[in-house]
C-alpha cells in the first residue's frame, strides 16, 4: 500500500481569531508536543469532533 503525500491543495484555509490566553496555550502547547500551532489546532479540532455523538 503506498502512503499518500498531502499537499496545500488538499487543505482548506480558515483565518481564525483567538483570544489572547488561548493563543498562548495553544502556542505553548504545541511547542511541548513539538508541532505547529495550525497541527495543534487540527488535532484539537479532531478530537472534538470525533468524541460527538450522532443524534438519534
Same mark, same amino acid.
Given at each position: 500500500?503506498?502512503?499518500?503525500?498531502?499537499?496545500?491543495? #488538499?487543505?482548506?484555509?480558515?483565518?481564525? &481569531? %483567538?483570544? $489572547? #490566553?488561548?493563543?498562548?496555550?495553544?502556542? &505553548? %502547547?504545541? $511547542? #511541548?508536543?513539538?508541532?505547529?500551532?495550525?497541527?495543534?489546532?487540527?488535532?484539537?479540532?479532531?478530537?472534538?469532533?470525533?468524541?460527538?455523538?450522532?443524534?438519534?
Amino acid at each position: 500500500m503506498t502512503e499518500r503525500i498531502l499537499v496545500s491543495r #488538499d487543505f482548506e484555509q480558515y483565518h481564525l &481569531r %483567538l483570544p $489572547a #490566553d488561548l493563543h498562548e496555550k495553544l502556542k &505553548r %502547547l504545541a $511547542a #511541548d508536543n513539538r508541532r505547529s500551532m495550525n497541527s495543534e489546532i487540527v488535532i484539537a479540532i479532531e478530537k472534538h469532533v470525533q468524541g460527538r455523538r450522532p443524534k438519534p
